[in-house]
């Protein structure tokens, strides 16, 4: 157990739609990290959060948006849903806002478009 | 574009084996990390590299980074079936905070 957890474990939803991905990263841990992995695509990097802050961007379409709460949380919000979002969405925390930081995955959220 | 090259991308041995698997890049990182991927679960990080030339082992492994900080191995020895998994190399730049990640070994040891 990594100590990030994330809401829902599955996720079934149509193409068009809006879903929200949750997650909470380790206790004491300030940055969030969201990533998506498909199978022909690998672990794609999408986006960073650092204390409340946007830190990086990476492979993040405009249809998708995330934040981080005060409380640290963070959600992916993905919209106009696509039948190639389908994929596994994953959180990572991790103490500092540098790379060099080790970084905790969650269990992952897997989300099916239909 | 994957920046990351992993060779093999699929791997099936023997328990008992050795074996080694390529991380390769054009680009130069200034750390490096392999991560170890099961069924279902997110990846576990293995091992940070930072040092070019640096090797660090971990129990049956040992993973080796570039001279040039632009490739890295993982060598496994005496391999078991519980070193089953995707194995994940994740490069960071100086020049940006994104970490980019192989598509990754996957490796089956058989009993």
């Not at chain 1, 696509?82 to 930081?101: P, Q, R, V």
């Not at chain 2, 082992?57 to 993982?74: E, I, N, P, V, Y």
Request: glycine share 10%.
């Amino acid at each position: 157990d990594s100590g990030v957890t994330q809401t829902p474990k599955h996720l079934i939803t149509a193409t068009g739609q809006r879903v929200t991905l949750r997650c909470s990263p380790r206790s004491g841990d300030l940055s969030v990290y969201w990533y998506q992995q498909s199978l022909d695509q690998g672990l794609q990097f999408l986006i960073q959060y650092y204390n409340g802050e946007e830190r990086a961007k990476g492979n993040i379409l405009e249809r998708f948006s995330a934040q981080q709460f005060p409380d640290l949380h963070s959600e992916l919000n993905l919209s106009s849903l696509e039948l190639g979002d389908s994929a596994l969405y994953f959180c990572a925390s991790s103490l500092g806002s540098s790379s060099y930081n080790e970084q905790f995955f969650g269990p992952g959220t897997r989300l099916t478009v239909l | 574009t994957q920046l990351l090259e992993q060779s093999p991308q699929f791997l099936s041995i023997q328990e008992g084996e050795n074996l080694t698997v390529y991380c390769n890049s054009s680009s130069v990182f200034s750390s490096l990390q392999w991560y170890r991927q099961e069924p279902g679960e997110g990846p576990v990080l293995l091992v940070t590299v930072v040092t070019g030339g640096e090797v660090k082992k971990l129990k049956r492994l040992t993973f080796q980074f570039g001279d040039a900080r632009k490739d890295s191995s993982l060598h496994i020895t005496a391999a078991q079936p519980g070193d089953t998994g995707l194995y994940l190399c994740a490069g960071a730049s100086d020049n940006n905070n994104d970490m980019r990640f192989g598509a990754g070994t996957r490796l089956t040891v058989k009993p």
